[in-house]
């Protein structure tokens, strides 16, 4: 009888996405409001399990799209996107919300300046899908108390 019972739960533990993926999900959904076609990238701000705020690439707020009126490159980069790490960031500040002690979830590994702009966001754990360019991240992570961790979709 209880074998059966343990059973049940495990099938119905299986169809459930666990809340890292079920976050990272929606991070992917973001990503496809983005508007440089160089790289999609989402990301979506969490604290005890409740969204605070989203975020995806794109212009300066009036500006013209890459997708419409092309890059703007530097070193290999374009550099005409606000980071939707960035984005998410900025969108808790227009709004007032705090996200210190958060989770941010990023369908990619943060760059370099948007890294120092969560650390000092006061957001404690960045959950990743891909990794994305910049080694730094990996070392000073773990010097600021910022837990790193690459998640998978797939069950
Ligand atoms: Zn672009
Ligand atoms: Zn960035």
Not at 9 to 23: A, C, G, I, L, N
Not at 107 to 112: D, M
Not at 131 to 151: C, P
Request: hydrophobic share 40%; proline share 1%; net charge neutral.
């Amino acid at each position: 009888m209880s074998t059966e019972v343990s059973t049940e739960d495990s099938k119905s533990e299986k169809k459930r996405v666990s809340w890292d993926q079920y976050f990272m999900n929606i991070a992917v959904q973001a990503a496809t409001r983005a508007t440089c076609d160089r790289k999609h990238v989402g990301a979506v701000i969490v604290r005890d399990k409740t969204i605070l705020s989203t975020g995806y690439n794109g212009s300066i707020r009036g500006l013209p799209h890459c997708d419409d009126m092309g890059h703007m490159m530097e070193n290999g980069h374009c550099v005409a996107t606000v980071h939707a790490e960035a984005n998410a960031i900025i969108q808790a500040a227009k709004n007032g919300t705090s996200i210190d002690g958060a989770d941010i979830y990023v369908t990619a590994s943060p760059c370099w300046s948007c890294f120092k702009l969560i650390a000092n966001s006061g957001i404690k754990r960045i959950v990743f899908l891909e990794f994305y360019r910049d080694e730094r991240i990996l070392s000073v992570s773990k010097q600021a108390g910022i837990l790193l961790e690459q998640i998978s979709l797939e069950q």
